[in-house]
């Protein structure tokens, strides 16, 4: 063939109205409404045609039959800020059916970092990888460095409060002064300039649980400003759950922005007051105020191991954290304020005696600790499990970001309460991770493999607790709604080609506690932004992700 030939040819193809076209797929649409038999055609990053499509028309051409055509789920709830710059292939999210993730949660944010903060952002921030670089400063900076990186998924970022108080005031314990405020809502108003769709907030966690609620409020009237929302990890989710929850919505109504309640299933020792906040919620939105929530469908939680200490062991960073756990008097001071501790369910198992409950889940320095409950760890080496945490994290002070634990802390009725609720989505709060690469080795809650296929098997398919359409509209319109997405979250001509096609039949997860690492199976294709990273259950490893705009 010659090449005049050859160029003629390569038009016909490029001239074609579709370049793929999906044929017989059940079209689940994400508005919640039944699903039904349709041909899907994609032109570029754009669904291009809903109906009946001629083969012809189309460069490729792949029969779905018996397979649902989905948005692309959003992840509401992800930690994954800094592994995606270790791995950009997202590849435990992609074969899960995320297309997007929300990242920035609970208070821990890309950026801002702060000028001459890099070694105090590393000890605080969740995914941090040894060897990762961190030289950005502001928010703007760190998403350049996720644009220059590329991604195989979307990313609609929020901006941490806790991120921005380290920046500004450290992990100091004090409110800040009226310089310091300013300094933190200029960073703030900076962020939402940048494309920041929100802020959020990690009450429990230092440096932003020494925060009171003025503080908040007056962050979150710049976030207004510029029509984001305020995304929040309460102060205590259980003992003092109904008050937590009670701060939340007086920060919104104050502020006047929509408020989104970060993992809305209480916990122990909390269990069954999700009652009472759901009728609060419910209330909340009869007044006028936007509020929702998220949730993933594990029984056991899991969270950074230095979460467990007081606010105030943290102040000046990890030198001084490891200072003070070496001093036998502030040591004794630290157990102490930890048995008072109620704000966090991991502590509160081990003060009702629980220790055998809460789980090494990651710990670098000590794998012999993994998979192992603190009860056990007390008893081989002679102490108490309050000495046990503290001994694992003075050893893992180098890295003191990356241990995380886990613990049966749900209550089963209060995840169906959340779940069953009109405004609840899915967030798997979890990070990016992979079985090969960088992050082969690191170990994380089964969520991270497994949230969103597991909705289809267990809840689904085996307990008929939800529909198929429901489940996929807490997974794809529900989130963008919230993100203000307006070419997002639904499968309709005109909408960007985020879409997943897998096998309702037998998507199922496959991460364990004890191996977590293992990919979900069912999802046959997933395009973002029109471009296949799977295809036929296969990894493409491409990079077509976007940093989203705030609309």
């Known amino acids: ?62 029969d779905v039959s018996g397979e649902v055509i989905s948005p692309g789920f ?73 644009r220059e990186k590329g991604t195989a998924i979307n990313v609609a970022p929020l901006v941490g409060h806790g991120t921005i108080r380290l920046a500004v005031m450290g992990f100091d314990i004090h409110q800040p002064t009226k310089e310091n405020l300013t300094k933190m809502k200029g960073m703030v108003k900076e962020a939402m300039q940048e494309g920041a769709f929100g802020i959020s907030t990690g009450l429990i966690y230092p440096p932003g649980s020494s925060a009171d609620t003025e503080e908040v409020i007056e962050l979150c009237k710049v976030v207004a400003n510029y029509g984001g929302f305020y995304n929040t990890h309460v102060r205590n989710e259980g003992s003092n759950l109904i008050e937590s929850v009670e701060e939340a919505i007086r920060i919104s109504k104050t502020a006047n ?121 007390a008893r081989e080496k002679g102490t108490d499990p309050f000495d046990a945490v503290i001994d694992i994290l003075l050893s893992e002070i180098s890295n003191v970001s990356s241990v995380y634990i886990r613990a049966w802390i749900y209550g089963k009725e209060d995840l169906y309460n959340v779940l069953q609720h009109h405004t609840s989505m899915i967030g798997a709060d979890g990070v990016i991770g992979a079985t090969d690469g960088p992050l082969a080795g690191f170990r994380f809650h089964p ?69 977590p690492n293992q990919y979900a199976e069912g999802v046959e294709h997933v395009l973002v932004n029109g471009k296949f990273v799977i295809k036929e259950g296969d990894f493409t490893d491409k990079l077509p992700g976007a940093i989203l705009q705030r609309q």
């Open 257 to 377: 922005l929509p408020l989104h309640l970060s993992h809305h299933h209480c916990k122990f020792p909390g269990l069954g007051k999700n009652k009472g906040t759901l009728m609060m919620v419910d209330e909340a939105i009869e007044n006028g105020l936007e509020v929702s929530m998220d949730l993933h469908t594990y029984m056991m939680g899991n969270t950074p191991l230095f979460g467990l200490l007081p606010y105030w062991a943290f102040e000046g960073g990890k030198e001084d954290l490891a200072r003070r756990l070496k001093d036998k008097k502030i040591r004794q001071r630290i157990k102490e304020d930890m048995r008072k501790n109620t704000g966090n369910a991991m502590i509160e198992q081990l003060n009702y005696g629980y220790a055998n409950k809460v789980i090494v889940e990651n710990a670098p320095n000590n794998p012999e600790f993994e998979n192992r409950d603190f009860g056990d760890i």
């Open 74 to 146: 959003i992840d509401v709830h992800s930690h994954s800020d800094l592994t995606l710059l270790v791995d950009p292939r997202a590849r435990n999210a992609i074969k899960q059916g995320v297309t997007t993730d929300v990242i920035g949660n609970c208070g821990f944010s890309g950026g801002p970092v702060g000028e001459g903060k890099e070694e105090l952002y590393k000890d605080y921030m969740i995914g941090y990888q040894p060897g990762l670089v961190i030289d950005w400063v502001s928010f703007g900076d760190y998403l350049d460095k996720l």
């Open 447 to 515: 969520r991270t493999y497994g949230t969103f296929p597991r909705l289809f098997r267990k809840f689904v398919r085996e307990e008929k607790f939800l529909t198929i359409e429901e489940t996929v509209r807490k997974m794809t319109s529900c989130p963008a709604q919230l993100l203000r997405l307006k070419d997002r979250g639904l499968v309709l001509e005109g909408m960007k080609a985020d879409i997943v096609i897998f096998n309702p039949k037998t998507i199922t997860d496959k991460s364990t506690y004890e191996n």
């Open 1 to 62: 063939m010659n090449a005049r030939r050859i160029n003629e040819e390569v038009k016909k193809e490029k001239d074609k109205e579709f370049d793929t076209v999906f044929k017989n797929g059940i079209v689940i649409n994400g508005t919640g409404n039944p699903g039904f038999k349709a041909d899907i055609g994609i032109k570029g990053d754009t669904i291009k045609r809903i109906g009946s499509i001629d083969p012809s028309r189309a460069n490729s051409v792949i």
